[in-house]
């Protein structure tokens, strides 16, 4: 099995920025791909960044030039950098990590983001 603990959201006015962290523990080895989705009241959860084992990554159409999606191998930890933060950017944001050998996804608990106007 694999945790993903999440870290770093948090309440940010329009404009600004925050970075979040998830570390994978357990086992590890097999995880290729990892990334972020969000979900905001009422809708459905949203793929906002991906980025696989090497360094691919695919973003969300809404936060292509504000966001960046890195990750650090050696720690097993995925980072979500988001700059230019928007009110419609409100969500609880879930970390995913794909696991190739378990042939599962494993999810964080999920960390709130929240942009005032």
């Known amino acids: 099995q694999v945790q993903l603990e999440e870290s770093g959201g948090g309440l940010v006015q329009a404009g600004g920025s925050l970075r979040l962290s998830c570390a994978a523990s357990g086992s590890t080895f097999g995880i290729n791909t990892m990334g972020w989705y969000r979900q905001a009241p009422g809708k459905q959860r949203e793929l906002v960044a991906t980025i696989a084992s090497g360094t691919s990554t695919k973003y969300a159409d809404s936060v292509k030039g504000r966001f960046t999606i890195s990750r650090d191998n050696a720690k097993n930890t995925v980072y979500l950098q988001m700059n230019s933060l928007k009110p419609e950017d409100t969500a609880v944001y879930y970390c995913?990590?794909?696991?190739?050998?378990?042939?599962?996804?494993?999810w964080g608990q999920g960390t709130q983001v929240t942009v005032s106007s």
């Open positions: 995913n990590a794909h696991h190739v050998l378990l042939r599962n996804d494993f």
